[in-house]
Structures are given as C-alpha cells and as structure tokens.
C-alpha cells in the first residue's frame, strides 16, 4: 500500500489541517514510544496547495545537521499560522482603501510573508525535501497548471529544482491577496506564478494521478490517501449586491467560490473512483462540516478569529479521534512492514 498524505488550501484555515496533523504526529508517537517519530516515516507521497503546500514543506523540510530527519515538528508547521497568521494578513486602512478602488492589484505586502517563509526555509531546495510530494501553482503567462515535482528537482536538476520559500510564495499567490509571483528555478528561468486553488484547491486527485503515472505498477486499489481540507465556505452571495459592486471588489468573492467548488468536485471524484474498485475506505477525508462558528474568509486572521479557527479545529480532532486512532494503527503496521517508503527508488539506480 502506498500512502498519500494531501493537504487543501484555504489560507489561515490552514490551522485546523495544522491541528489534526499536530494529533496525528503525537499520537504515533505516543503508540510507538518513540518521542521522534515523524510523519514524514509514515507516507509515501505528500501533495499541498497553498496553505497545504506550506505546511507539507515545512513537515518535510530537513534537519541542517541530519538531512534525513525532520527539521521541524507538525506543532511547528502549525506555529506559521498561530504566531504569524494575523501579521501575514495585516493591510493598513489605506491599504485596504487604496485595493477597493482598484489602485492595489493585491491587499496584503508580499514581503511579510516573504520574511516569514525565509525564516523557515533559509536556501532549503525543493530536491532536498525528506519525501517525494508534488505542490500546485498556475503559470499565468504561459495558461497551464504547474505542478512543483520533487521528483523533476532530482531527475533533471537546476531546471526543475526552486528554493522552497519561492514555491510556497508561488503556490499561496491568492488572486487579490498576495501579487503573482515571479520566481526563478536554479538555473534562471522565470516562471510567474498564482496560487494552485485556481484548479487544484483539493490536490489530492492531482497525488494520485502523479504516483500512478510515475510508479506505474500502482493501482487505485493499491493506494490509501488522507485528503485533510479545512473546511467549505458557505457564504452566500446576494445577486442584487454582487451585481452592484466593482469588479476588483467581487475578487475575494469568485477565489472563495473557485477554491470551495474545485475541492467540493475533486472530493466527488474521488469517492467514485475510489468505490469503483470497491476500496472507498482507501480514501480519507477530513474537514469540519460546517464554518459558522469562524469568519471562514482565507484572510480572517485577527487574534480573535485565530482562536476560533483552533477551538473549531479541537473540535474536529475529537470528533473525528475514533478514526485518528484506526489512522495511526494502520499506519504503524503498515510502515512496520517497509524499510524504504520511497515511491522514487527507481531514480536512485
């Protein structure tokens, strides 16, 4: 059995994704006695878009002093969003005043969290990630989904390899949030950049077609995926008002019906492959049922909401800690039964 880990964007939601992740981990360890233990040993392949991408980055991002051990811990990816979330998503008044009118492209400074991904990345490259995982963006120049690929970073070497903190300011470039980004892979190529969400909110279908067409011995039946999303926004939309307001105001609106539509069919999708070879249960997901409790907009990350956003997310963990607990146990006999969980042995003859 090969195991996906996927992770949904959806911006400072990525706190409750950030929550269970923080209970898996502790969890293995507690089952296994072994303090160490990192989620990184227990999947083979890893996919992310936006907040998703950031955090599987930092989840597999290596240890300086021991490459093949993780750097951080899941309670640090979730730190990106507790300690830095309301700084990320701060706009002056001016600022916000200034993007109503169409004068600003974007709301929030790109160099905030540029800084922030810096200082958990420093010059980390993609191919030095602890796992082979796959993380979206869209081209905007050349009309085409880009996928981030450890496996090309290692293959074909400075034309397919970015320093990590490029491809986590790519794969969160929200439309009207942050401005594209224009990245360069190691060998100088300009790529311009959004966020994934645009097709691949829910990049979990993405991970499988990418194991299947890598490793092509893999069937849908021979491979488990733990989608984890951070919820689906239902803010409805007032037509008369929609129809009333600029179009540079409605922006924020169209990225939360694009992101909440796109995971919502991907999510369709994969529950009917997954039951047309009789193994639904290969197929995780797991995301809270409901936002009312929380502003679920990407960008609603005051103090107060943030705390919200965790409670709603502790909330989720206890619901769902029947499942957590199947999820662990299969994981550690699974993994128990494998030396090497790469899915990229190949590239290494």
């Known amino acids: ?52 991408g950031i955090l599987l980055s930092i989840l597999l991002c290596p240890d300086e002093n021991n490459p093949k051990k993780q750097k951080y811990s899941a309670k640090d990816a979730l ?123 829910n990049p979990s279908l993405s991970a499988l077609l990418e194991v299947i067409k890598s490793y092509n011995t893999y069937k849908i039946s021979d491979i488990s995926i733990l989608s984890l999303g951070t919820g689906i926004s239902k803010i409805s939309y007032n037509y008369d008002d929609f129809k009333k307001l600029r179009a540079i105001s409605i922006g924020p609106a169209l990225v939360d019906i694009m992101s909440s539509s796109s995971a919502e069919s991907i999510d369709y999708y994969l529950k009917q492959l997954f039951r047309s070879v009789n193994k639904s249960s290969n197929y995780i997901r797991i995301e809270p049922q409901a936002l009312s409790s929380i502003n679920p907009s990407m960008d609603a990350a005051t103090a107060s909401n943030i705390q919200k956003i965790i409670s709603l997310g502790d909330k989720l963990v206890m619901e769902k800690e029947e499942q957590l607990n199947q999820i662990v146990s299969e994981l550690i006999q699974d993994g128990e039964s494998k030396k090497d969980r790469s899915v990229w042995n190949f590239l290494k003859n």
């Open 1 to 52: 059995m090969k195991r996906i880990l996927s992770i949904d964007g959806g911006g400072i939601r990525g706190i409750i994704p950030g929550m269970f992740l923080v209970a898996l981990e502790e969890k293995i360890q507690q089952a296994t006695k072994n303090p160490a233990a990192q989620l990184s040993d227990y999947f083979d392949f890893f996919a992310g878009t936006s907040t998703g």
């Open 79 to 201: 730190d990106i969003y507790v300690e830095h979330g309301t700084e990320i998503f701060a706009a002056s008044k001016w600022r916000r005043f200034l993007s109503g009118f169409g004068l600003l492209s974007e709301l929030y400074d790109n160099s905030v969290i540029e800084r922030v991904l810096n200082d958990y990345f420093g010059n980390c490259k993609l191919s030095e990630l602890l796992k082979p995982c796959i993380i979206t963006a869209y081209n905007i120049e050349l009309r085409k989904n880009h996928l981030f690929r450890q496996q090309k970073a290692i293959s074909h070497g400075d034309s397919r390899d970015f320093l990590i903190r490029d491809v986590c300011r790519a794969t969160s470039a929200a439309p009207t949030y942050f401005s594209v980004a224009e990245i360069f892979s190691l060998s100088k190529t300009r790529y311009p950049l959004v966020d994934g969400g645009v097709f691949a909110h």
